[in-house]
């Protein structure tokens, strides 16, 4: 058996894994990262990510693909991966997150398909276009606290307590019943005891935000179908800048785009999720 | 064993399979759909969007992911499904495509791992605030005919005569080498024949563009690491436009984010595919 993990943050320790044989690993899904009552879907798939990264031979996620298949609760979990090509460069495997029902019999939550290599071998060519999002100071954007009640998400949020997350007072007229009527967010992101980003954690910070749909004005739940990120650089150490935008609410669905930007201006991470608009009213 | 096909147009005959058993089937990767040599991306994910379509309750694809592990090439091929999921308006499955050595062991080509629905059952609710691409009228984009030599993409291109593929002219300046140095292609997009698009053909279409490397003055090779499709509304008949947007072009890879956009004005889908940019000189 060997443990999983790096350093000793409340996210290193809540993504610990512990290898129970090739391939297959203990994990424990801390109610640490719910909101409300569902555990977060960005805290899981860094959960899978940490799995995967010891699973392949490379060690940094450079695409992973997450289908949410039924809603996880906290307690215990095991995580079963799968090579499905090595290469030099590269790497791809598989990973399904199975939690067990009362009569023993396994439910599975979560299934990985993602491809991993070293981002550290990446060649220092930039010619992007892409802009860092228009964001104020963090001392100008809102916490937790700032809000009416003390939150900025309603019901019970552990997962506030976990986060250094401060909105664009631009995005957060929601939390005071004021949205903006626009598909956007935008928010300075850390964890709260200052571990500092790495890949794994960024595929964490994609999915952190409050959805884009409370902005919109539309109450309800907002359900992952499924959810790419590419990790497209190391972050440097410090706040990182995270926008989300939805373009396309129809159907019953909507798609939440999520760039994020490190301290040196760099866009590490983008992703996109179909989620399911489930609305009240 | 039952074919699995849908009418009579090449796109239907090319991408036909065959079931041998429950969740296989068999396929023949057609040589009309190459570009130089390499099978296109754009066709694989169709073939294996009907092979799932078969395989799943669901006839509709909602998000279609496929990792592109080594590269296919015109001949037989098998194609696996595993059903991950049934649920009651979505169900979810893998499917991995196979070819063989000459020493008859398997090669991996293709990993997809798709949330399949019915696109006919959803909501008539739109928000959207996506606007569709500025493009000019049909008659005054460039088809394969207008560039010089007789073709838009250098190199043999059988796929160019499936396709009834009309580049915005300001998004095709590399074809005479006077590309304009954005990440940005757009085009009129119908299959040759007079097919009608349908959920499965979008697979094909959001892949079916010269890369827009091209069009940022790069020559080389961009192979696709992964693509994630959205099909988010059947398409209505009548030619497609279709917008393709890369920002970041970092490390050696890049991201291809496509848009389609249907004869009523509907997005109809959109992907993200993250590239490896191969370049020359």
């Known amino acids: 058996m060997a443990l999983v993990t790096h350093g000793n943050s409340e996210f290193d320790r809540d993504t610990a894994v512990t290898r129970r044989a090739p391939g297959v690993y203990d994990a424990h899904l801390s109610a640490g990262w719910t909101i409300i009552q569902a555990v977060n879907g960005g805290y899981l798939l860094a959960l899978m990510g940490r799995a995967l990264g010891d699973a392949l031979p490379h060690p940094d996620p450079l695409s992973v693909t997450a289908h949410y298949l039924t809603a996880s609760v906290p307690g215990p979990a095991v995580i079963r991966t799968d090579v499905v090509r090595t290469g030099r460069t590269m790497s791809t495997g598989t990973a399904s997150l199975i939690q067990f029902a009362e009569d023993g019999s396994e439910i599975e939550r979560l299934r990985v398909l993602a491809a991993y290599g070293d ?163």
């Open 119 to 281: 981002l550290g071998t990446l060649s220092d060519d930039v010619r992007t276009t892409a802009k860092p999002p228009a964001i104020p100071p963090y001392e100008h954007c809102l916490g937790a606290n700032d809000a009416p009640g003390g939150t900025t998400i309603p019901g019970s949020t552990a997962i506030t307590e976990r986060l250094d997350l401060r909105l664009d007072p631009e995005t957060a007229g929601w939390a005071v019943g004021a949205p903006s009527g626009k598909g956007e967010m935008r928010a300075w992101f850390g964890l709260a005891d200052g571990r500092e980003p790495d890949p794994l954690s960024l595929l964490l910070t994609v999915d952190a935000l409050p959805p884009t749909a409370f902005e919109m004005g539309l109450l309800g739940w907002v359900p992952t179908v499924e959810l790419t990120a590419h990790i497209r650089h190391r972050p440097a150490p410090g706040p990182l800048r995270v926008a989300i935008t939805t373009r396309n609410l129809a159907g019953g669905f909507l798609e939440e785009d999520a760039e994020v930007w490190d301290s040196e201006d760099r866009l590490v991470a983008q992703s996109r999720q179909l989620a399911r608009a489930v609305l009240q009213g």
